[in-house]
């Protein structure tokens, strides 16, 4: 059976950081893209960042680049979001999500429960 | 600019059927797309991709009362039987060069 769990929502101030984490298993983790996405409260779905099996190709969306940034480590099973320079719209659940598909079209076939960020003084 | 089109709200009554529409932006006709449920206070789950030709292929454990189609730039998600438990936001996804976009969200409610 295919899990997710993050790990490492809270409460931070702005300007502050977290590190999101997201725990693998019940799939072959080292062959898999991975991906952030996250839902401001009472609003939609916004996807947030990517990463591919041997972290070659990296994407983010462009309110999050140069701020967030995504890496894995195949040995945890698990990849993480670190975030700096956090602001209040980026409080949010954030859910981590494996990332099938091919050129023709990715998507998220597999979701966590999702961690909650909030960021407020 | 890729862009994923749905209606706000949908409703339909309990064993009925609803079609829910999303619309792709001009010059995407052809994109493939993803749709995704998310039960009230859940996290998204994927029900189905729909290919270029309107083939669809659904998720793992999920019914074949849920179907989908394409027409043009419309992609459709058919919910057939409808139960409570399908009371939910429903999202389109697709991928552009290097980003997802999602549409944003039909909240489905059950009469």
């Known amino acids: 059976e295919v899990q997710l769990v993050e790990s490492g929502g809270g409460l931070v101030k702005p300007g502050g950081s977290l590190r999101l984490s997201c725990a693998a298993s019940g799939f072959t983790f080292s062959s898999s893209s991975l991906t952030w996405v996250r839902q401001a409260p009472g609003k939609g779905l916004e996807w947030v960042s990517s990463i591919d099996p041997t972290s070659s190709y990296i994407y983010y969306t462009n309110s999050v680049r140069g701020r967030f940034t995504i890496s894995r480590d195949d040995a945890k099973d698990s990849f993480y979001l670190q975030m700096n320079s956090l602001r209040a719209e980026d409080t949010a659940m954030y859910y981590c999500a494996r990332l099938a598909g091919s050129t023709s079209l990715y998507y998220f076939d597999y979701w966590g429960q999702g961690t909650l960020v909030t960021v407020s003084s | 600019q890729l862009v994923l089109t749905q209606s706000p709200s949908a409703s339909a009554s309990l064993g009925a059927s609803v079609k829910l529409t999303c619309t792709l932006s001009?010059?995407?006709?052809?994109?493939?797309i993803a749709w995704h449920h998310q039960q009230p206070e859940k996290s998204p789950r994927y029900l189905m991709k729909i290919n270029s030709d309107g083939s669809h292929t659904r998720g793992d454990g999920v019914p074949d009362r849920f179907s989908g189609s394409r027409s043009g730039a419309e992609r459709y998600l058919t919910i057939s039987s409808l139960q409570s438990e399908d009371e939910a936001d429903y999202y389109c996804q697709t991928w552009g060069p290097d980003h997802a976009v999602f549409g944003g969200g039909t909240q489905l409610t059950v009469l």
């Open positions: 001009n010059g995407h006709s052809n994109y493939a």
